[in-house]
């Protein structure tokens, strides 16, 4: 299979697998057997939240091909959020390694501490 990524804001857990014409998404077994060489299906015809339904599916030379939704943050990467080039995952089974979209963490930064001056500012009487 290749799987194109398509980043999209969205906070969804998403993890598959494959096992030959099966994908399994989030726990959701999708059978892609039944596409047969040089045709393809509307990614909408799944079912599945992660197909992108404007895409198809597709068998090309043997090979499934089709586009899922690659859920990123806000403050994810750039390199996921807008990437240069398409994202393709090329696999055979199982587990599919999505990249880690999770955002980077902000940096902790310790503020100075002043120290609160008296109402008299700071003199003392003679």
Do not use: C, Q
Not at 15 to 20: P, R, T, Y
Not at 47 to 59: H, K, L, M, Q
Not at 63 to 71: A, D, E, K, R
């Amino acid at each position: 299979m290749k799987i194109k990524l398509f980043p999209f804001l969205i906070d969804l857990p998403l993890e598959a697998s494959v096992n030959g014409d099966v994908i399994t998404i989030n726990g959701e077994a999708i059978d892609l057997s039944g596409i047969p060489t040089e045709y393809r299906l509307p990614g909408s015809a799944v079912g599945n939240r992660f197909f992108v339904e404007t895409d198809y599916i597709e068998r090309v030379d043997g090979v499934l091909t089709f586009t899922l939704i690659l859920p990123v943050h806000w403050d994810s990467p750039e390199e996921f959020r807008n990437p240069a080039e398409p994202m393709v995952i090329d696999i055979e089974n199982g587990a599919v390694p999505f990249p880690d979209t999770t955002p980077p963490i902000a940096p902790i930064v310790e503020l100075p501490t002043f120290m609160e001056e008296p109402e008299n500012g700071g003199f003392e009487p003679a």
